[in-house]
């Protein structure tokens, strides 16, 4: 029997997804999907070549693209010094943690009938795997995960800027570092630029925990840092998780049919990942000290590609480091695995403000994905056009809106002006034009586009069955549907075959033509994330959602990293409250080694917490330390055990717990998003009969790592 901590959630290729957020484990599965020769055929048995329709539409947006600039295959190319020799990179647990063989076919051709060959170029600069000098002093690994790993010489040693996501592809880098420029000397200090788990998830494969502890290493980050590494993903974290398998194409194997990369790097590590808490914090706009020696200035730059993030730059190598706010691509402005909207607009303010500190003396521009700049003309080409590209956005989209564009509309009316069009770095291999100006128009005036049709509309599935009555049952919709298929009519056809599937979640046929459908418009997009989208909707239509089963377990650093109301705050998200009807409670819980008090209360279907307060008639006192709490936050002792041998005291009617155990959700991370596509297996109809979620202890919560983008 399936225990509550096992999810079922193993996937085929997944395990980089779930990496992301530490929570979950299936290597064997991820290892077997990706054993198919990416260049036999299509990977799937219902999987269809691209048409001549969309060959056209490939071909077309190649003729207009800027090929003649080929500065960034110079770039990518620069100073390299070493390639990393193996393909795969193990885990400590004995799986791949990283596979690069997976995109080796990439290379074999120079063009594939479907990808997009913006996006084929990319991912071809991706392939980059292996050590490159930037400048004397400067060295990047790249190509070992998502992001790339930065090494600056100190007095003492080396100073490490985003060490990763996972602790094994670290060690991997390090390695391969030390054998050819790393002279041998330790790391000195460690700066995360960012709160992404890409930019600092690998931090404990360089430097022992100890060594920070004790002084000899620092560890630098942007003010509030481990409280937004945390926050940004917790309350809607298991949607997020579930959102991943589209935007990253998760069940995806890399094929030309299949997932081609990420745009930002080609994947995600599935290593261990773990967090040291920084020891020193940038907390004015701008601050300067010295680093192990070298003198850096630090630009905060909050709210922008990250809740907290900042840019360094180096004075005496003029070397500008741009963190993420900087990189060879369109970032996201909105998010599709869901986050919330992002600030264009300042976004631009810190390129300009970057540009005209640093910008116009820089010599070098480096950042965490992607590969360098040199020389200041470029620089500056590169930060007035990633300056313009946010701020052009931000701008042109509210024009639009003011007119009466509205969300529905705006992405088919809003472009990218040609002079940004025609840098390569500004075109979109994170964010879309597309889906990041729905963004701006969400940020600003949220998604109702003011037709009270819209406005509380039906679900779809209540509407669907009398379109599809309308329009003459599920055969004439099947015929017409094929018809604009055969057309290359793909968006017009994806309307009422949709309706279809809505309205009949189980006509395989319908579901099939869907897929065609999405598999087509797949093809043809230069965005990874709406490409994966596409084609991941495609694959679950044809399959459903696979079964499975995998432990979890959650990250004790990242657990550690958050606070006690945000974990009581999951709580009220996670807990039933059509079940909490008659429930009527208030709690007080002390923590006393970290001196924090809270009133838990039970009102109106509504669990609430508030922060220093105590009730004076409270029906139980739960009293425990925070670090034992965090024991059952991560799920490795159960709050009953800690009362059983005594590390929790209570005090009153102990049976609150189990009300509170009898309400609480384990979110499954595989909900049905296309209809019709949620496979039951006996193990999956199991876990639901077994009563395992009347078991949950009310303070386990899964919470779910921070995710890397
Ligand atoms: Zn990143």
Known sequence: MTTRRQFLASVPAAAAAFSLVQNFCFE??????????????????????????????????????????????????????????????????????????????????????????????????????????????????????????????????????????????????????????????????????????????GVRGIVDEADVRSGKISVIAPVDFMEFTVSENVYAGNAMNRRLFYQYGLLLPAAPHGYVGQGLGQAVSAGASGLIAPTRYVEKDIEEFEVDGVRMIFQNTPNTEAPREMNTYIPDMKALWMAENVIASLHNIYTLRGAQVRDPLRWSKYIGDALYRFGLEAEVMFASHHWPRWGNERIQEVLRGQRDLYAHMNNQVLHLANQGVTINEIHNVYELPKGLQEKWFCRGYHGSAQHNARGVVQRYLGFWDCNPTTLIPLSPADSAPLYVEMMGGAGKIMARGRELHDEGKYLLASEIVDKLVQAEPQNQDAKDLLADIFEQIGYQQENPGLRNSFLAAAYELRSGIPQGETASSSSPDVIRAMSTELFLNFLGIRMDSRKAEDMRFTVNLITPDNGEKFIVELENATLTNIEGFLADKPDLTLTINRSDLEQTMMGAKTLEAQIADGTAKVEGDVSILKQLASIMVEFDPRFEIMPGTKAMTPEATGYVESGILGQTDPYEAVPRQTIAE
């Open 28 to 201: 064997p599965r991820a290892a077997r999907a990706q054993q198919i020769d990416p260049l036999q055929g299509h990977f799937h048995d219902k999987g269809k070549a691209p048409s001549k329709f969309t060959i056209e539409v490939l071909e077309q947006a190649k003729s207009a693209l800027p090929l003649a600039d080929t500065r960034d295959f110079d770039e990518q190319k620069r100073g390299f010094i070493a390639p990393m020799k193996d393909l795969k990179i193990m885990a400590d647990a004995g799986h791949v943690a990283w596979d690069m063989e997976r995109f080796q076919f990439l290379d074999t051709q120079d063009e594939f009938d479907s990808i997009h060959a913006s996006l084929l170029r990319q991912s071809k600069l991706n392939n980059n795997y292996g050590l490159y000098e930037v400048i004397p002093g400067i060295y990047q690994v790249r190509g070992l995960d998502l992001s790339d790993i930065s090494f600056v010489r100190g007095k003492t040693g080396w100073i490490v800027f985003d060490p990763l996501v996972t602790a094994e592809v670290v060690r991997a880098a390090w390695k391969l570092f030390q054998e050819h420029a790393g002279e041998g000397l330790p790391v000195s200090a460690v700066i995360y630029s960012h709160t992404h788990g890409d930019h600092w998830g």
